[in-house]
């Protein structure tokens, strides 16, 4: 696991970034799976600057997301901050910048009539472009990975999961709140990649930032894996790991100076793991 710790919101969204543009730029048609939230805003702005400014180009790469509100969908005659769609998030925040097709776009239908049928499709849909290149994820206070809350199984698909009062809370505070949304009007429910289905792409790149993710993160990179913080399960991929830290959300982690020491002697060797 490489894990990378920076000062700041902002060294550590560049960080990300160029984790992205370089995949973009080893596989122009990489198949990108992306997070929503407050972390990886930063991250995408960046990636909106190299496209304006040095010509990152985003026409043959496609994009999956994580997740999505059950009975949620974009709807564009709204205004943007009244919106709690995730894909209308994804369009205002990195999509309508830079040069993506609308048909290299895969978003989980929060409006589908049959949502378990959608579920199915969706993960069919990874499978049949071949799988998932590079999985962005956040961290939720109370350890989830998208939508898979504690007591998710560590190997489950994408499918309709219910939200904790604690992601209710989170939301209601970060999003509902500011909105004029009423607490019992929110979405209780939403679909999710599951832990299973995020554990088979070829990469991830895992991001947090500020005091309140510190023990998440503590627990989640040292502490046991287990369904309760499911984003523990990072410490069962195979594939390639970047985690992404500021300082303040690295503050609860033992092993930072062994880290640190990783990523001085990788940048003198650059080896290939
Ligand atoms: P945040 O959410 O980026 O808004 O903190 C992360 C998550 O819940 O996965």
Redesign the pocket.
Known sequence: MNIIIRDTYEEMSKYAAEVIASMIREKPDCVLGL???????GAYRELARMHREEGLDFSRVRTFN?DEYLGVGPDMTMPYEMDQSYGRFMYEEFFKHVNIKKENIFLPDGMAEDPDEFCRAYEEQINKVGGIDLQL?????DG????NEPGSSLASRTRVEALTKQ?LD??YE?FYKKAGIARDQMPHYAITMGVGTILEARNILM????K??ATVIAKALEGPVTSQITASAIQLFSGGITVVLDREASSELKNTEHYMHRENLNNAFHPSY
């Open positions: 997070a929503t939230g407050s972390t990886p805003v994580l994820l956040g961290i939720g206070c989830h990975w998208a939508f992601t989170d939301n970060s991001m947090a930032n500020g309140k993710k």
